[in-house]
Structures are given as C-alpha cells and as structure tokens.
C-alpha cells in the first residue's frame, strides 16, 4: 500500500530540520550563537560607612553592605573569579544637602575605590557610581533649588559642578572607570572635562545613558538606605520612551562616554537591541536590583529553577546585544558555568 512504499516521500514530512542542531549537548554547544563571559560582568557592590560586620539587603538575599574590609575579600574574590569589573556604591553615615561627602577623599565610596584599587591592581576594572543620591539628605540625584519659581527642583546645571569634583575625587582614589549616572544633561561633557583638566585623561567614562524612571530599582533604595521621598521622572526617562533612548545615546556618544548602558535591562531589551546595533562604543546593560528580587523570591519559594532562570535571563540581555552586563549575580555565574 501507499505507507509501506518508502521510494515515495512522506508529502507531510519536513525537508529543512532545524532540530539538526539541537540533538546533542555537544551539538548545541557547537552552534550557540552567544555565550555569558566571565570577563564582560561587571559586579555591583555596596561600601557601608561605620559598621563592623557586613549587613545583608533584606529585598536582595545574597547581596550585602560591606565593610572595608569584606569590601577587600569580595575584590579578591571577584579577580580569582575573573570578572571584568566592580562598580562600587557608597552608603555615609551621614548626608547634607548637596552629598558633600560624595567627594570628600575620606569619604566611603572614595575610601572604598582605594581599598578595591589596592587589592586588585590592574587585574579587574575598578568602576565607581558618580551620582549624588547616596549622599544627599533629600536622596535625590542632584541639587535641590533652594528658591524661586522652581523650588525643590533638581537644578540640573548646578549639579553638574558636584560631578566633576565627585569625578575626580574617585579617579584620584584609584577608579579605572567612572559612571555617572543622575541623568543630568551634560553630565559627561562635563565630567570629561574635569577629568582632562586635573590629570585623568587615561580615566574612562561609562554613562548611564538610557536610564528609565523604574519601579524596578526598588531594592537598590534599601540597599543604600535611600531617604527619597518622591520620584525621579523629571530626570530619568519614561518607561514608555523607545526612541529617546537612542537619542540619550547619541548625546552621550558626543560627550565622549566610552561606553553607554540602558538601565533596567530585562524589560528594556528593545531599547537595548536598538542601542547595541547603532553604537560606536561598547554596550553595558543593568540587569538591576528587582530584576535580581523577583527571581531570588520566586526561587526561595520553589516556583521557578533559580539557576536556570538566573543563567537564562543573563543570556536573554547578552543576546539583545548587550557586550556587557551588570548583575548582582556576576561573581556567582563566573565562578559556576552551570549559570552561563
Ligand atoms: C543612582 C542609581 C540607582 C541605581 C543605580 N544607580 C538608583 C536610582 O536611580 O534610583 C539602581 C540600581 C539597581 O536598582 O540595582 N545612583
């Protein structure tokens, strides 16, 4: 019958298999077409002032405030492990109204990068936020407006100033890498600038260039003990803006940043495909702090595989186009390849 002559092509079966490629670990490995590299993660860390042990994050299981000290271990650490970079956070005893501890050199964010510097040399890219909110007592990521029509505004061009000497008081303390990331226009022409004219032409710039006005950075708030009131839509971009971010990116391009970012990353893949395939400079995306929440709650409470969501929502940004990424997971996936 029709069945048993096999000389006659089934008409319903496929000519074109893709599945070719997915029949064995070895195979699959041979045709990925984007790996997670240890050296292109870049490891958020916060630097507490005035504590003796390190204090865990309550919203962000696994995630501390350091110490100076645990600051040196987890360094160590993170260049046993191969990462590319550490971007340090700092959290002050205390905070006045224009962050002046910010640039202080004893401040801890500065004493942080010196202590980091100190323990890695040159064998890990050491890379400091260059923003106000930790430092201000408003938590806001510049300087209010004291009076006049706008007051209690951020003043976008007086907070420039506080950049520049925020800037070169991390690159005096040893920073490779500067990262502001207040969304204040200007802020990389002017924080290039600065570092030019004292000295720190060899200092790079990585800009928060498409930062969004996210719920997702709700963790992060904790983490740094933010005093934050309100909202930071009138400097960081709306959710809804796609094209804008291009734009944000051009402009910092211009200004001279090395490498741009888009911030949240994993519900800002288009932006980021967007911005990885017009780029003259590498791009760097956040996968921040409620996206690291979400998956550790989920995980704790056995609704999802945390290492394959972990390893899979890395991968899902370095596909987008991302060339680098920063994820509080960083130094757990480079030193477990099952994450990657
Ligand atoms: C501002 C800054 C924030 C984050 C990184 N830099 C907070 C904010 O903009 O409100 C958030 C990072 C995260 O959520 O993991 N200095």
Redesign the pocket.
């Known amino acids: 019958d029709f069945l048993s002559r096999r000389s006659v092509p089934d008409p319903q079966a496929p000519t074109v298999r893709p599945r070719h490629l997915r029949t064995t670990p070895a195979m699959r490995r041979l045709a990925r077409e984007h790996v997670v590299d240890p050296s292109a993660l870049i490891l958020?860390v916060f630097v507490r002032e005035d504590i003796d042990d390190p204090r865990p994050v309550e919203a962000m299981p696994g995630v501390v405030q350091h110490t100076l000290d645990s600051l040196r271990r987890e360094a160590a650490a993170c260049a046993k492990a191969g990462i590319g970079a550490i971007d340090l956070f700092g959290v002050p005893a205390t905070r006045d109204e224009t962050g002046s501890a910010a640039w202080a050199e004893d401040g801890i964010l500065n004493r942080g990068i010196a202590a980091v510097r100190a323990e890695v040399g040159d064998e890990v890219v050491v890379c400091a936020?260059t923003?106000l909110?930790?430092f201000t007592s408003h938590g806001h990521?510049g300087l209010i407006r004291p009076n006049g029509p706008r007051a209690g505004e951020v003043d976008n061009d007086a907070t420039l100033a506080t950049y520049q000497a925020m800037a070169v008081s991390q690159a005096e303390a040893g920073a490779h890498m500067v990262s502001p990331?207040?969304m204040m226009d200007g802020q990389v022409a002017a924080i290039r600038a600065a570092l030019d004219a004292t000295g720190h032409d060899d200092v790079a710039i990585l800009a928060y260039s498409a930062k969004y006005a996210s719920a997702?950075?709700g963790?992060?708030?904790e983490a740094v003990g933010s005093t934050l009131t309100g909202d930071?839509r009138a400097y960081?971009q709306d959710p809804a803006n796609r094209r804008e971010g291009m734009r944000e990116v051009m402009l910092d391009v211009a200004e001279g940043a090395d490498i741009v970012m888009v911030k949240p990353a994993g519900p800002y893949l288009d932006v980021l495909a967007d911005v990885a395939a017009a780029s003259p400079v590498p791009v760097a995306a956040?996968q921040?702090?409620?996206e690291y929440a979400m998956v550790e709650a989920a995980a704790q409470r056995g609704w999802i595989d945390r290492e394959r969501v972990i390893a899979e929502s890395v991968l899902g940004i370095v596909r987008a186009g991302a060339d680098m990424v920063l994820t509080y997971w960083a130094r757990e996936i480079a030193e477990n390849p099952a994450l990657r």
């Open positions: 958020p936020d923003c909110d930790e990521c990331s207040g997702y950075f963790p992060f708030r930071r960081q956040y921040v702090s409620g």
